[in-house]
């Protein structure tokens, strides 16, 4: 018997009223790191989590192993961004290798098309231990890319920032169907 849950609830409330939960674009964002300018970045990854599983056989149950949860691992995020004058990543990283550990946190803002938060992530205590800089050629036109891989303790991602993401989400997509069904109405007050 298939078992009816918050999918098919979700699924109808949106069929019914006619708002939609369409998937996020993922190249508006931007990171903050405390106490760094480090500008803005044109890609990040390594927001991942992964929890361990242990395996245990039990005698006499040969249909399928019993699998607990164990440790969650994080891998490094990486940053990276077209070289400029702003030089916090590259100071950072420099205090880093003369043994001047600073740990830090951040975080990793997804952005809606009017550039509002509808998702982030934080990270804490986080530190660079690899800094790669630009591949340069004499004959190309590329940017200049350097890239920062930050060890951290862990990743969260606060259940205000769903809560602001579906309201921030649903107020975009009625100022647009307001917008799409009553351009000239709304041209006449000067505009939405």
Known sequence: MPVVGWNAAFTTASNITGIRSDPYLAFNFFVEIQGILTGGFSEV?????????????????????????????????????????????????????????????????????????????????????????????AGSSDIAFESVELVHEGLSRPMLAVMAAGLAANAARSASAIRAKAPGFLRSFGGF
Do not use: C
């Not at 100071?91 to 975080?107: A, D, E």
């Open 45 to 137: 990854s390594g927001l991942q989590a992964e929890t361990e599983t242990q395996e245990y056989a039990e005698g006499g149950l040969n249909g399928y192993v019993h699998r607990f949860a164990g440790r969650t691992h994080y891998p490094p995020l990486v940053l990276k961004h077209g070289l400029t004058s702003i030089d916090g990543l590259w100071s950072w990283h420099r205090k880093v290798i003369q043994g001047q550990v600073t740990r830090r946190n951040g975080t990793i803002y997804l952005l809606n098309e009017m550039r509002i938060p509808l998702v982030w992530w934080n990270f804490t205590n986080a530190f660079p231990t690899k800094w790669v800089g630009p591949d340069l050629r």
